[in-house]
């Protein structure tokens, strides 16, 4: 059975930092691309990152880049997001996933785990 956990969300001040992970078991993430997703209340899901399976590309849209990090531990299974100078705006359930090849298209992500919540408030 095929799972994914995200952990390390939480709540943190304008400009400070999180590191999210997504553990994996009952496959591979050495063999699948994996992206981190968010979704804000009344706002539609967004890709925020991703990680190819090949070698290691990153994605990054123009709203998180140079603050968000994708990496990814092959023993350990696990990918993660490092987030740094956060926003307010940053605010969501964050959500990690994993398909055939980056993409922005959510529905593309064959599995999805059950989303850790960041939020950013003084």
């Known amino acids: 059975q095929v799972q994914l956990v995200e952990s390390g969300g939480g709540l943190v001040q304008p400009g400070g930092s999180l590191r999210l992970s997504c553990v994996a078991s009952g496959l591979s993430l050495d063999v699948y691309a994996t992206g981190w997703f968010r979704q804000a209340p009344g706002k539609e899901r967004e890709g925020v990152s991703c990680?190819?399976?090949?070698?290691?590309?990153?994605y990054y849209p123009d709203s998180v880049k140079g603050r968000f990090t994708i990496s990814k531990d092959n023993a350990k299974n696990t990918v993660y997001l490092q987030m740094n100078s956060l926003k307010p705006e940053d605010t969501a359930v964050y959500y990690c996933?994993?398909?055939?090849?980056?993409?922005?298209?959510?529905?593309?992500?064959?599995?999805w785990g059950q989303g850790t919540q960041v939020t950013v408030s003084s």
């Open positions: 990680i190819s399976r090949r070698d290691g590309s990153t």
């Open positions: 996933a994993t398909a055939k090849g980056c993409t922005d298209f959510a529905a593309v992500y064959d599995y």
